[in-house]
């Protein structure tokens, strides 16, 4: 079965998606361990990965489908992806769907800032008017090869222009055909109640991001609000952030890490992540010289 329809049926089930973010294939291998049905390839996250500098828009539509290949080869399961802004305009948008759609991606969100996009808890963000938005989701739905493959619309106007213009774009996103919406940044538990109110019947996708705009609620508030899919986008690459910069602290300090190796993973733990023993197995079954 193709990740996409695997992603359909999980949603089609009546409860409420949790799904973490990973920024590159190994820490998507250890989400997937962990037990997680569906993973997130987080904008952020892989900004940082590969640039070490901030989500401001400054990745390619090819860096981020490339980088989407290896995490799909690792985990072999729905991974959705941050599309930003779709990279252009609706011309544009038809290529991202169809390169991610190709190295097996389940779906993608596509945002309606004006480029170059920025991290949705940064200040200074500019959205489209409606209609170019309207454009890019319509340019989406015609270019999924697989009607399986998740359009989710997401807007960016709660920070710009209020709530009130962010639930109309929603309702307008999602009558033009996006199988998902995604607010972000509501700012209250006020509003993301309101959210699930005013969108009742809608599929809806919130974001979790620690210390954001965003409150950081329970999940089973979130869920009895109404969302589908609760996304926790950046905190593995802020975990692993946080425990190399105490790791280089101690190494700079003691010049070894006698000390800390209770805090690594384990020599054979990193060979069960990645997979060795597979690898063994192959080798015995084909190599023969």
């Known amino acids: 079965m193709q990740y996409a329809q695997q992603l359909r049926n999980i949603l089609s089930q009546n409860k409420t998606l949790l799904v973490p973010g990973a920024y590159d294939a190994f820490s998507a291998k250890i989400l997937k361990q962990a037990g997680f049905e569906v993973i997130y390839m987080t904008g952020s996250g892989v900004t940082a990965c590969l640039t070490g500098m901030p989500d401001v ?14 995490i799909v080869n690792a985990i072999d399961m729905p991974l959705i992806c941050d599309a930003d802004n ?30 170059p996009k920025k991290c949705g808890h940064f200040e200074g963000k500019q959205v489209l008017p409606p209609p170019e938005m309207l454009s890019k989701i319509k340019a989406a739905l ?5 009607e399986a493959f998740l359009v989710i619309a997401r807007t960016d106007a709660r920070s710009v222009l209020g709530l009130d213009e962010a639930l109309r774009r929603a309702h307008m996103y999602f009558e033009a055909g996006a199988d998902m919406i995604f607010i972000e940044s509501p700012q209250s538990r006020e509003e993301l109640k309101l959210i699930g109110n005013e969108l009742k019947n809608v599929p809806l996708l919130v974001n979790m991001v620690e210390g954001g705009k965003t409150p950081v609620l329970p999940f089973d508030d979130l869920t ?10 950046t905190c593995g690459i802020r975990a692993v952030a946080k425990t190399l910069q105490e790791l280089a602290s101690h190494l700079h300090k003691h010049a070894n890490t006698l000390d800390f190796e209770d805090r690594l993973v384990s020599f054979e733990g990193r060979n069960l992540i990645t997979g060795l023993a597979h690898i063994t197995e192959l080798e015995k079954r084909f190599v023969k010289f």
Not at 224 to 233: C, H, Q, R, T
């Open 142 to 146: 015609y270019a999924r090869e697989d």
């Open 86 to 115: 779709g990279y252009g305009n609706p011309i544009n948008v038809i290529r991202t769907v169809k390169e991610y759609e190709r190295v097996g991606v389940a779906g993608i969100h596509i945002e309606d800032q004006v480029a």
């Open 224 to 233: 009895a609000m109404g969302f589908k899919i609760v996304l926790y986008p």
């Open 57 to 70: 828009g400054l990745l390619t539509m090819t860096e981020m489908v490339t980088h989407a290949r290896y």
